[in-house]
Structures are given as C-alpha cells and as structure tokens.
C-alpha cells in the first residue's frame, strides 16, 4: 500500500496554513535562454529555516498529542533538518535534542541552538547517526522526528509541490517535466506526488551526488540503499547515509529517472543563481539547477519544475561558488 496519497498532502497543507512561507517560483528570461527551457524555480532557500524542512518538521509536530510534546523530540541530521526541527519545536513549545555530525557546516549547528535546541555531534566516519538519536527516544522517551522516512514528514514536504502547481498555474505554465533534488527521499516523493496529480504525464527526475546515488541503486534493487561510510562532498544536505524505505515505496511506483551531478557543477549552479535569481543557495540546494544545466537533453524547449531546496551555505563556500565562472 502506498504510505502517501495526495489527500495526505492536502491535510498537511490545512495544517501548515499560515506557519510556514509560501515560496516564490521564480523564472528569468536569462536563464531560460542558458537552460533551453522555460525553469520555474521554487525557491526554499527563502522558506523558514532556510530549507524546505521546516515543511515536514512542523506538520509532524504538530500531530503529536501533548504528553508526547512534553516529553520531547529528536532529530538526526546532517543540518537543515535539524534547523527545521528546533524551529518546530520552539513554534510549538516543547524541547529538542539535534544529533548532527561533526563535519556539519557552523552556520547549521548555530541555527540549530538559536532555537533553543540541544545539539549532540556525532563523528560520521565511526558512528551511526539513528544509533545515536534512538539513545534518547530509549532513555527519554522523546519522539523521533525522522528527517525523511516517516509519511507525515513526507505529506509535509509534498506541500512545495502543491504551491508549485498552483503558482504555474497561476503563471500561465503546464510542467512537462519536474527535477527534485534527493537523499533519504522526503522531498522527492512528497513533490514527485503532488505535481503528478495534476500533471500525470510529467517526466519525473531525481538528483543525487555522483558517487553517492543511494536512491537510484534503491530504484534499482528494489530495497533501501546505503552509501559507503567516508564519502565526502560539498552537497552535504544530500549526503545522508541511506534512502528511506517509505520513500522508496512511493517513488518505485513511478517512472522516474536518476541523474547525478558534482561539487564543480553545483558550484556552478549557485553562481547561476545567484546572477540570474538574485538568490543564496547551498551546494546541496542548488543540484537540482545543475541538474539541468549539465543534462539539457532531457529539458530542451520543457517547462521545467525544480526545487532549490536550501541556502544554508558557509560564506567561504558560496565564495568558491562565485568565484568559480
């Protein structure tokens, strides 16, 4: 049975109704003209948080009953969803524990405790990220907020693709195609689930790091996939360790299309933006963008959907990213 339906994506977005930013879908002429393609980019860098995040945190926040709010939450990741969860949980008022690697970019780990959550690092090349969460659901009782493997997270993230089908209509667009960046595969399946509804001839695709295209073995194989432990790239927001197997259960049922991109080309990307857009995007943000930029022959002369779905960069990053050209 699949563990996400559209009307799961609709209650997600009556429940986030007036908590969370509605995101522009942003076009330039410009960058129509450097893609081939009409590019309507949703930009979740601007969201809360600065990701798309806080979309699936607070959706499955605030369905916890209020003995679970007391107790509290806590969230393993590699940074915006942290970001996402200590936001959601000062929203609500109950607290949280972030568990994020040590590797995790400062800007992350410090938005993290401006919202008043508890950080623990843990060291990614020795020790397993959930290992160390679920330590505090068995000694604290707090809830699990999983970063993508849990269907109102997903119903959650699903609600980008519902703003974007309305705002294309609302722009005069018909999407031929939608490009959603991916790790665990939240976003990915909840965006993949909304534009299909109204689009059901659209080509899907997904975006993951090359060498670390956990999601496309997982579409593969059938099953969830891991990556190696010591993989290192600049899109950290997708570099999660395994893809979800909820997830992995709604994507399978679709024709989608895995591409992969390299630090050089969402460097690339960034710098695009932020000429073109007038945005900051974060390297793991803006892979949807190289994406297509790197893979014109499936975009030429589409109306193309992605997602830039973050922009919590360091600045010596995003200095490389404009120095770059």
């Known amino acids: 049975m699949n563990p996400l339906t559209i009307d799961d994506i609709r209650q997600a977005a009556i429940r986030l109704a007036g908590k969370i930013v509605t995101t522009p879908l942003l076009t330039s002429p410009q960058l129509d003209a450097l893609t081939g393609t009409t590019t309507l980019v949703k930009a979740e860098n601007l969201q809360r948080t600065g990701s798309f995040k806080i979309r699936g945190a607070l959706n499955k926040i605030m369905s916890l009953d209020e003995q679970e709010r007391r107790r509290g939450i806590v969230a393993f990741s590699s940074g915006n969803h942290g970001q996402a969860v200590a ?6 008022g109950c607290p949280a524990v972030i568990v994020l690697p040590s590797t995790a970019p400062r800007i992350k780990v410090d938005n ?5 959550a508890d950080v623990v690092t843990y060291d990614p090349q020795t020790e397993d990220r959930e290992t160390v969460g679920m330590t505090f659901v068995h000694d604290r009782g707090m809830t699990l ?6 269907p109102v997270v997903m119903a959650g993230q699903g609600t980008a693709g519902l703003e974007i089908v309305d705002q294309a209509r609302a722009q005069g667009h018909r999407i031929d195609a939608v490009v959603v960046n991916c790790s665990g595969g939240g976003l990915a399946s909840g965006v993949i689930t909304a534009i299909s509804d109204r689009y059901p001839r659209a080509r899907l695709f997904l975006t993951e790091p090359e060498g670390g ?7 593969a194989s059938g099953k969830p996939e891991r990556n190696p432990p010591g993989t290192t790239t600049l899109l950290d927001a997708l570099s999660g360790p395994n893809a979800g197997a909820a997830p992995l259960s709604v994507l399978k049922t679709r024709p989608v299309t895995c591409l992969s991109i390299r630090d050089a080309d969402a460097l690339h990307a960034m710098e695009v933006a932020f000429r073109l857009l007038k945005i900051v995007v974060e390297p793991g943000g803006a892979a949807s963008l190289a994406a297509v930029l790197k893979h014109p022959e499936h975009f030429r002369d589409k109306t193309v959907a992605i997602v830039c779905s973050g922009g919590n960069v360091d600045p010596a990053v995003f200095g490389r990213a404009l120095a770059a050209r």
């Open 87 to 92: 936001a959601a949980a000062r929203q609500v």
């Open 112 to 116: 993290c405790h401006w919202w008043g």
């Open 145 to 150: 907020v999983h970063p993508f493997d849990d």
């Open 213 to 219: 295209e956990k999601m496309a073995r997982s579409l």
